[in-house]
């Protein structure tokens, strides 16, 4: 680990406990969340990234890793039990994104052609 890779990790680590403190569901908690998410992922990512009622949410990689596979990943309790989606606001799976549409002239000479 080289030093910018060590001062990267001691600011996530001082965001992270800085978010510790603020009591659960603040403004000031949602805006401490944009900030570790936004430093963590970018911009994009750590803005948009959100649960089902509109707040925001700690990101995580295994979260990308299932939004990428499902649009959406599942935020569960101690137990397991799935309490709430988590999405990015904006975001289609690519399956979704490049569905043939029937009306499309691309899709039809496609059709044609198989």
Known sequence: MNVKEMGMNAVKSSLYAAL???APGSAV??????????YAFGYSLGMNFRTEPGRRA?????????ILD?????????HGTPKAK?????????????????????SKKIRRTN
């Open 20 to 22: 510790m403190r603020f």
């Open 86 to 106: 988590r999405f990015i606001q904006g975001y289609k799976p690519w399956a979704d994104v490049f569905k043939p549409n029937s009306n499309d002239a691309t």
């Open 70 to 78: 499902k649009g959406y990943s599942l935020l569960k309790d101690e």
């Open 29 to 38: 908690e949602q805006k401490a969340i944009a900030l570790y998410n936004s």
């Open 58 to 66: 700690m990101l995580f990689f295994e979260d990308l890793v299932e």
